[in-house]
């Protein structure tokens, strides 16, 4: 059973995707960036925030899947400067536990959409 996830507490899509795909248990949550879900401007500032950001509208997308970080069982993790890479993680350790966090990786890239520092997509198990 394949369904469509969606919510307006998170940021629509700003292409032709969904923000997450559900197929049986397991939920494919597309690349989230620091667009604020009401506003639907970026949060910028520095890369604790707009981190911050990303990860509530992850959280947002999940609930409304009837699901929570605990389901998370991977994570991708784009960024423009890897010397980002300890400011990011310390906000991302706030949403997961260090033992039995997620796997993961994290990458650096050319650049984001809309210019942004950071995304962040998962998949998640129920």
Do not use: W
């Not at 605990?70 to 890479?85: G, N, P, R, Y």
């Not at 906000?91 to 962040?120: D, M």
């Amino acid at each position: 059973m394949r369904k469509v996830i969606f919510t307006p507490k998170a940021p629509k899509p700003i292409g032709p995707y969904s923000q997450a795909i559900q197929q049986g248990l397991t939920l494919y949550v597309s690349g989230q960036i620091a667009l604020d879900p009401v506003s639907g401007d970026l949060v910028t500032g520095n890369i604790e925030a707009e981190t911050h950001r990303v990860l509530d509208n992850l959280g947002a997308i999940l609930q409304a899947a009837d699901m929570d970080f605990s389901h998370v069982a991977k994570c991708t993790v784009f960024v423009k400067d890897i010397l980002q890479f300890t400011r990011i993680n310390a906000v991302y350790a706030t949403y997961f536990p260090a033992e039995g966090a997620p796997a993961r990786e994290l990458v650096e890239v050319a650049a984001l959409p809309r210019g942004v520092n950071v995304e962040i997509s998962c998949i998640a198990y129920k």
